[in-house]
């Protein structure tokens, strides 16, 4: 079967992609023939694929007139929604968390959608899942977002500072410079959202703090917005004082990985354990996040999917 799409012009160059990457991804995934001529794309080969192939294109025609970037994981991402038939894309596109210097941070997955709509209605939310699939980031960018339009007054980040292979005391300096490794990605991250100068300005006034989770004990956090990154190196008593400091007008966000417990004994993980011990507990969201939301390299989740089955993972 044979299907010719004609697409405006301004839209072609986005949808080809650089050197046309896009139009490479895009037969990969929906294992049919794509070609360009002008402004008209052609698919050809089974009708199954050809079908599907009309309805990711004309998806991401209308993501592009939307001005979202496509790029091969947005193809991914579209074509796996498209597959599920349980979501319009530029509905879970369509959702701008935060955006900086013309850049659009949105949910990429339909998971990650589910798990930023858990986030803005649940006063406690944990993210599991492999790394690459959005859990901190997601986050962050909406605690900038609800912090720059005065909706909290403050964000806090922390970790737990557990060594992977390496003794903290060891490591020179004082403790918080000690930590401050394990906090970087934090920053990281922080850096891509909000202008360093105005980043420091909101540093300096403690309207976003980064710290270890000791730092957390005997606080109570009202009007906050705070994430436990890399919570599955917490110890149950740890999850049970974090989870106690939440006050009045705030939200949590825990995230973690339960396959990446650096513990000496990962059965004694706080984040394995607050599974049953809240699960029934209302005002509080379990994201469950799985390869196929990894939005890094594709090769990433190729990785992930294969560890998984080596470790006999579901």
């Known amino acids: ?28 995934r929906l294992g049919c023939e794509v070609s360009v001529r002008g402004n008209v794309v052609t698919l050809e080969g089974e009708k199954e694929a050809v079908d599907r ?21 947005t193809i991914a991402s579209v074509g796996a929604m498209v597959e599920e038939a349980t979501c319009k894309p530029s509905q879970v596109f369509g959702d701008v968390v935060w955006e900086h210097r013309g850049r659009r941070i949105v949910p990429k997955t339909l998971n990650q ?18 790394a690459g699939t959005g859990k901190t980031y997601l986050a962050l960018a909406l605690a900038v977002s609800e912090l720059l339009g005065k909706k909290v007054n403050r964000i806090i980040l922390t970790r737990p500072a557990v060594e992977a292979g390496e003794k903290i005391g060891f490591l020179p300096g004082t403790m918080l410079e000690k930590v401050d ?9 922080l850096y891509d959202m909000v202008e360093p100068d105005r980043l420091t300005a909101l540093m300096e006034r403690g309207a976003i703090e980064v710290a270890p989770l000791a730092f957390m004990r005997g606080r109570t956090l009202n009007d906050s917005f705070i994430i436990l990154d890399e919570a599955q190196n917490t110890s149950p008593e740890q999850m ?3 989870l ?12 973690g990985d339960v396959t990446q417990v650096d513990l000496p004994d990962a ?18 969201a379990f994201i469950n996040f799985e390869s196929k939301d ?7 989740q190729k990785i992930v999917a294969a560890y998984k089955k080596y470790t006999g993972g579901d």
């Open 1 to 28: 079967m044979k299907k010719a799409l004609e697409i405006d012009n301004d839209i072609m160059a986005d949808l080809a992609g650089e050197l046309d990457a896009n139009i490479r991804a895009l037969e990969e």
């Open 53 to 73: 192939g009309s309805a990711v294109v004309g998806e991401l025609v209308e993501l592009i007139a939307a001005g979202h970037v496509v790029d091969t994981e």
């Open 113 to 130: 959608k589910r798990y930023v709509d858990a986030i803005r209605r649940h006063s406690i939310t944990f993210a599991i899942g492999p």
């Open 181 to 189: 490794p394990y906090l970087r990605p934090l920053y990281d991250a």
């Open 240 to 242: 049970k004082m974090f």
């Open 244 to 255: 106690t400091r939440l006050g009045f007008g705030s939200r949590m966000v825990v995230t």
């Open 267 to 284: 059965r004694f993980s706080g984040l394995v354990s607050v599974v049953d011990i809240l699960g029934g507990v209302s005002d509080i």
């Open 294 to 300: 990894v939005v890094r390299h594709k090769l990433v």
